[in-house]
């Protein structure tokens, strides 16, 4: 019986932009910051498994809100101690506080949007009056 060891798959940079709509410039960035950490082969990036589910979990953090150093915190957990309770733990408490900011948002704009509603009456009841007849 032969072990025949599927090699993992890898991705280009190339590739992995490709595949979730950013830049070159943007996974070199994150890879500066040291959120991801491709394989070197000569000048070429090769970006692994980890990689990828890396750059999926610090785009969707970006998408919700999350500052590059709140999930930076959420993606290390992924790989290290306590494991993915810590990684939950953490997750949900930033979401509690995340949703928080955008419920006080929602309100604020709300509130912003009858001011401005009021505004805009006040303006063409008095254009009304200032209009010849």
């Keep these: 019986m032969h072990n025949t060891r599927v090699p993992a798959q890898t991705w280009s940079i190339a590739e992995l932009a490709a595949e979730y709509d950013v830049t070159l410039r943007t996974i070199r960035f994150y890879e500066d910051r040291g959120l ?5 082969r000569g000048t070429a990036r090769v970006y692994h ?4 589910v890396r750059l999926g979990l610090i785009l969707r953090g970006k ?12 993606v290390d957990m992924y790989d290290a101690e ?5 990684q939950l733990v953490y997750l949900l408490d930033q979401i509690t506080h995340r949703r928080a900011d955008l419920e006080q948002r929602r ?13 805009e009456a006040r303006c063409r009841a008095d254009l009304e009056t200032l209009r010849p007849r």
Excluded: M, Y
Excluded at 36 to 40: I, K, N, S, V
Excluded at 49 to 52: G, I, N, S, T, V
Excluded at 82 to 86: D, N
């Design 107 to 119: 309100r604020d704009i709300d509130e912003t949007l009858r001011e401005l509603a009021e505004v």
């Design 63 to 74: 998408r919700l809100g999350f500052s590059l150093d709140e999930i930076a915190t959420i």
């Design 82 to 86: 306590p494991g993915e309770e810590g």
């Design 49 to 52: 498994p980890r990689d990828k």
């Design 36 to 40: 991801l950490t491709p394989e070197r």
